[in-house]
Protein backbone atom coordinates (compact mmCIF):
# COMPACT_ATOMS: atom_id res chain seq x y z
CA UNK A 1 0.00 0.00 0.00
CA UNK A 2 1.36 2.84 -0.91
CA UNK A 3 1.83 6.07 1.98
CA UNK A 4 -0.93 8.71 1.57
CA UNK A 5 0.92 12.50 0.64
CA UNK A 6 1.62 14.86 3.08
CA UNK A 7 -0.95 17.96 3.49
CA UNK A 8 0.46 21.05 2.73
CA UNK A 9 -1.29 22.46 6.08
CA UNK A 10 0.73 20.10 8.37
CA UNK A 11 3.86 21.55 7.24
CA UNK A 12 5.40 24.74 8.62
CA UNK A 13 7.90 27.52 7.92
CA UNK A 14 11.40 27.48 9.44
CA UNK A 15 13.28 30.71 9.05
CA UNK A 16 16.98 29.00 8.45
CA UNK A 17 15.16 27.54 5.16
CA UNK A 18 15.12 30.65 1.92
CA UNK A 19 12.98 30.87 -0.85
CA UNK A 20 15.24 30.53 -4.35
CA UNK A 21 13.77 32.62 -7.06
CA UNK A 22 13.55 32.19 -10.80
CA UNK A 23 14.21 33.97 -14.03
CA UNK A 24 10.83 34.62 -16.18
CA UNK A 25 9.59 30.90 -18.10
CA UNK A 26 12.37 29.56 -16.17
CA UNK A 27 13.07 26.53 -14.08
CA UNK A 28 16.77 26.36 -14.40
CA UNK A 29 18.63 27.14 -10.92
CA UNK A 30 20.19 30.46 -11.02
CA UNK A 31 23.98 31.43 -9.16
CA UNK A 32 22.03 33.36 -6.00
CA UNK A 33 19.88 30.73 -6.35
CA UNK A 34 22.08 27.79 -5.84
CA UNK A 35 24.18 29.55 -3.15
CA UNK A 36 20.64 29.64 -1.32
CA UNK A 37 20.19 25.96 -1.57
CA UNK A 38 23.62 25.56 -0.35
CA UNK A 39 22.54 26.64 3.15
CA UNK A 40 19.24 25.14 2.56
CA UNK A 41 20.99 21.71 2.12
CA UNK A 42 23.01 22.15 5.08
CA UNK A 43 20.62 23.17 7.33
CA UNK A 44 18.91 20.04 6.02
CA UNK A 45 21.56 17.39 6.17
CA UNK A 46 21.91 18.54 10.34
CA UNK A 47 18.31 18.25 10.65
CA UNK A 48 17.42 15.09 9.27
CA UNK A 49 14.16 14.10 11.37
CA UNK A 50 12.40 16.50 9.35
CA UNK A 51 9.85 15.74 6.16
CA UNK A 52 10.58 18.90 3.43
CA UNK A 53 7.46 20.17 1.26
CA UNK A 54 8.48 22.43 -1.90
CA UNK A 55 6.21 24.85 -3.33
CA UNK A 56 6.84 25.92 -7.02
CA UNK A 57 5.13 29.54 -7.40
CA UNK A 58 4.40 31.64 -10.48
CA UNK A 59 3.64 34.98 -11.34
CA UNK A 60 0.51 35.87 -12.74
CA UNK A 61 1.14 35.63 -16.31
CA UNK A 62 0.75 33.06 -18.50
CA UNK A 63 -2.22 30.34 -18.58
CA UNK A 64 -3.34 28.47 -15.47
CA UNK A 65 -2.35 24.94 -16.82
CA UNK A 66 1.08 26.13 -17.81
CA UNK A 67 2.26 28.00 -14.29
CA UNK A 68 0.66 24.60 -12.19
CA UNK A 69 3.57 23.09 -14.99
CA UNK A 70 6.31 25.38 -14.94
CA UNK A 71 5.74 25.45 -10.75
CA UNK A 72 5.67 21.92 -10.64
CA UNK A 73 9.01 22.02 -12.52
CA UNK A 74 10.73 24.70 -10.28
CA UNK A 75 9.71 22.70 -7.06
CA UNK A 76 11.16 19.76 -8.94
CA UNK A 77 14.77 21.36 -9.46
CA UNK A 78 14.70 22.88 -6.52
CA UNK A 79 14.71 18.77 -4.91
CA UNK A 80 16.88 17.73 -7.56
CA UNK A 81 19.32 19.91 -6.45
CA UNK A 82 18.85 19.27 -2.75
CA UNK A 83 19.30 15.63 -3.21
CA UNK A 84 22.35 16.43 -5.24
CA UNK A 85 23.81 18.30 -2.22
CA UNK A 86 23.28 15.30 -0.05
CA UNK A 87 19.74 15.44 0.83
CA UNK A 88 17.80 12.26 1.21
CA UNK A 89 14.87 12.22 -1.81
CA UNK A 90 12.56 10.53 0.24
CA UNK A 91 12.20 13.44 2.22
CA UNK A 92 10.88 15.24 -0.02
CA UNK A 93 7.41 16.33 -1.18
CA UNK A 94 6.58 18.45 -4.52
CA UNK A 95 3.46 20.73 -5.15
CA UNK A 96 2.91 23.42 -7.58
CA UNK A 97 0.60 26.41 -7.11
CA UNK A 98 1.19 28.15 -10.09
CA UNK A 99 0.53 31.77 -9.89
CA UNK A 100 -2.65 30.93 -6.93
CA UNK A 101 -0.16 32.12 -4.38
CA UNK A 102 1.17 35.10 -4.77
CA UNK A 103 3.69 36.70 -2.37
CA UNK A 104 3.10 39.91 -3.95
CA UNK A 105 -0.15 41.35 -6.34
CA UNK A 106 1.57 44.27 -8.07
CA UNK A 107 1.25 44.40 -12.01
CA UNK A 108 4.98 45.06 -11.99
CA UNK A 109 8.82 43.02 -12.71
CA UNK A 110 9.77 43.62 -9.68
CA UNK A 111 6.88 41.81 -7.91
CA UNK A 112 6.46 39.57 -11.04
CA UNK A 113 10.20 38.49 -9.83
CA UNK A 114 9.13 37.94 -6.22
CA UNK A 115 6.47 35.16 -7.27
CA UNK A 116 8.64 33.46 -9.42
CA UNK A 117 9.66 31.03 -6.47
CA UNK A 118 10.31 27.75 -4.77
CA UNK A 119 9.46 28.19 -1.31
CA UNK A 120 10.19 25.60 1.50
CA UNK A 121 8.53 24.16 4.38
CA UNK A 122 9.06 21.33 6.90
CA UNK A 123 7.11 18.92 9.54
CA UNK A 124 8.90 16.53 11.64
CA UNK A 125 8.53 13.08 10.19
Not at 77 to 87: F, I, Q
Not at 91 to 105: A, H, N
Amino acid sequence: MTPSRPKPEEFVVRPELKDVHFDFDKSEIRHDAARILDGNAGWLIEHPGYAVLIEGHCDERGTNAYNLALGDRRAQATRDYLVARGVARARFVTISYGEERPECTERAEACWSRNRRAHLLVKPR
